[in-house]
């Protein structure tokens, strides 16, 4: 029996899957700092003098008549600033300066000496220090840039030599469990599945009860399911009921442009895992690297066959005392390489389905519980208008009424709003700029009462939600069913019912507009109606009487192009006179309910044309 090993807790203080590169800014401030210094000689003092130069016994006559306000002997220039006269011009001052070249330095500092009380100060300009910083600063600056410039470029090599050497490192996002935790209770739905999942929290919690026993966990679970239907997150709440550390990664993100790349990453995430057991890693659209091995070489196939041995090696090499769960998540289970799905590595196979309407009216609550949502709402009804609604779908509902509440200045979320977020989710926004003339108005609102009036009167269909005459996204109208429950099976007479429904356009307009106005607007309908009566004689063998006595069972003739090659001119003649027959009845059923229901038909017309939509409420008061 192997012997038992004490688990420690996880340290992840000192774990790090990721470095910051710290020489951008460093890098961006010497870049701003040596544009400054380029612009600094170009910036020009306020005041801008305006120098006339004289002959040495004028700067005399003017010194002694006092016109000077200060004179500077700088070298063998005497610079002499006029006191009372300056020019101002635009935004600047021009000052007048007269300029003088002495034989020597000091040659007025005598007039000083012989003009006692002439108050103008003569002053000379010490050039020891400039001379210094003259002749050093070009030294100093070119040294200075020199310094600059090395750092520059041992940083970037640095963070060159850095990436070039975290390449093959794991790009996985480390969670903590005591931070954002989720717990089983926080998934609403899925019981079947976080029940075949408290296994791995079990063996997480006390191994040793396992071991004890010699059980071999399960280690690599598949979560298979569609998009949107929280693999990801019953993943976490595994981790957060287990209170062990959460590698999340996605397939795509092994994949680099350097071919030894994705292999060393992979190696790179399990090693971290072993480092942090007991731990759970997450690698979701694990499709992407996951996809069935076909012969053939070059670059790209090469490598992600490598990276997919990568990972069956790591799976062969858990040994019974490593704590590491693997949980894989795809929405494309059928393209994953046979190897992957054997015993003992993808051994255990959950998949995750769409919300049924008792999950998604506990879901719903859970979504409008992180919102400000009033009290009364009918999250039942909500629910079974919300037919083949993702987890992430139904967040998105409540976040999206959330934000037309707050654009309307309302404080809650009501209902209401909630309505407006489904029909703008599902048949999008209102196209005010498309606008009908009264005559098409007349015409669509016919149109869709037709659909809506056959509809109602037929048992096998499913509820009116909304007639509307309103342009959305890319209908111009629309006659909106909805199931009240789940359904996966569909009946004959259902199918025959919506073929009813949709001719009811086509019965009405030859009712009320007669023969010589039929519009081409509902081309769709007649395409859906045809679909559906060939499926059923074709696909769903609901008419096998035509096949006589060489009836077949096993050929598809649904099958479409280059199947319809193997079908004889005489079986497709039987197929395509048994679509018509069957979509003739339904015209016949159409016409009949709207003649019979001619004034009411009339009636909701109306006052579809002046109000433009009919709720469900509205419209079944018709009819009570």
Do not use: C
Not at 405 to 412: F, G, H, L, M, Y
């Amino acid at each position: 029996m192997t012997k038992n090993k004490k688990i420690k807790k996880p340290n992840l203080k000192n774990f790090k899957l990721k470095k910051k590169n710290k020489y951008g800014s460093i890098v961006t401030l010497i870049a701003i700092s040596l544009i400054v210094a380029m612009l600094l000689p170009y910036i020009k003092d306020k005041n801008t003098f305006v120098d006339s130069e004289i002959a040495l016994n004028q700067l005399e006559t003017n010194y002694q008549n006092e016109i000077y306000k200060d004179i500077l002997i700088d070298w063998n220039k005497a610079i002499a600033t006029i006191s009372w006269s300056s020019v101002v011009e635009k935004w600047y001052t021009k000052i007048l300066r007269d300029i003088v070249i002495l034989p020597k330095n000091d040659s007025l500092s005598d007039l000083w000496l012989k003009n006692p009380n002439i108050k103008t100060p003569i002053s000379i300009k010490d050039k020891t220090s400039e001379e210094f910083w003259s002749e050093m600063m070009p030294t100093i600056i070119a040294f200075i840039l020199f310094i600059i410039i090395w750092i520059v470029l041992i940083s970037r090599m640095w963070g060159v030599a850095n990436n070039a050497m975290t390449f093959g490192k794991s790009r996985a996002k480390l969670y903590d469990s005591t931070k954002d935790k989720i717990l089983f209770k926080d998934v609403a739905w899925a019981e079947e599945e976080k029940e075949e999942l408290a296994e791995v929290v079990q063996f997480l919690k006390n191994p040793k009860k396992f071991r004890d026993i010699w059980a071999k966990i399960p280690r690599w679970t598949l979560l298979v399911g569609p998009p949107g239907t929280g693999k990801t997150m019953l993943a976490r709440a595994v981790a957060g009921e287990s209170g062990v550390p959460f590698l999340s990664i996605s397939g795509s993100e092994f994949v680099e442009m350097f071919v030894w790349v994705w292999a060393s990453r992979v190696r790179d995430l399990f090693e971290n895992a072993k480092k942090i057991a007991p731990a759970i890693i997450f690698i979701d659209e694990i499709d992407a690297i996951g996809k069935k091995r076909w012969p053939g070489t070059g670059g790209w196939h090469d490598e992600r066959e490598q990276t997919l041995n990568q990972i069956l090696t790591e799976m062969d090499g858990f040994e019974n005392d490593t704590n590491v769960i693997v949980i894989g998540a795809t929405n494309r289970a059928d393209v994953l390489d046979k190897a992957l799905l054997r015993p003992g590595r993808f051994d255990r196979k959950i998949t995750v389905n769409l919300p049924n309407l008792p999950d998604r009216e506990e879901i719903l609550k859970i979504h409008a519980s992180t919102r400000k949502v009033v009290g009364w709402i009918d999250y039942k009804s909500l629910a079974s208008k919300t037919v083949w609604f993702s987890w992430a779908d139904l967040g998105n509902l409540i976040n999206e009424s959330a934000i037309i509440t707050a654009r309307n200045d309302e404080k809650e979320v009501t209902e209401k709003r909630i309505t407006e977020a489904f029909e703008r989710l599902v048949m999008w926004l209102r196209k005010k700029s498309q606008v009908m003339n009264d005559e098409e108005k007349a015409i669509t609102a016919y149109h869709e009462v037709g659909h809506a009036l056959v509809g109602k009167l037929l048992p096998n269909t499913d509820p009116v939600h909304k007639v509307s005459i309103v342009s959305r996204g890319g209908a111009l109208w629309v006659t909106w069913f909805l199931p009240e429950r789940d359904t996966l099976l569909t009946k004959k007479s259902k199918y025959l019912d919506e073929l009813a429904t949709l001719y009811g356009w086509r019965a009405a307009e030859e009712i009320f507009f007669w023969k010589e106005n039929i519009t081409t607007w509902a081309s769709n309908d007649i395409e859906r109606a045809t679909k559906i009566a060939r499926s059923m004689v074709t696909r769903f063998w609901m008419y096998e009487d035509i096949w006589a006595e060489n009836f077949v069972w096993e050929i598809d003739y649904h099958s479409g192009q280059g199947q319809r090659a193997f079908i004889s001119d005489e079986t497709t003649k039987k197929i395509d006179d048994k679509v018509k027959e069957i979509l003739k009845d339904a015209y016949s059923v159409a016409i009949k309910l709207i003649i019979d229901n001619k004034d009411l038909h009339d009636k909701i017309s109306k006052d579809l044309i002046k109000n433009e939509e009919i709720s469900w409420e509205e419209f079944k008061a018709y009819f009570a």
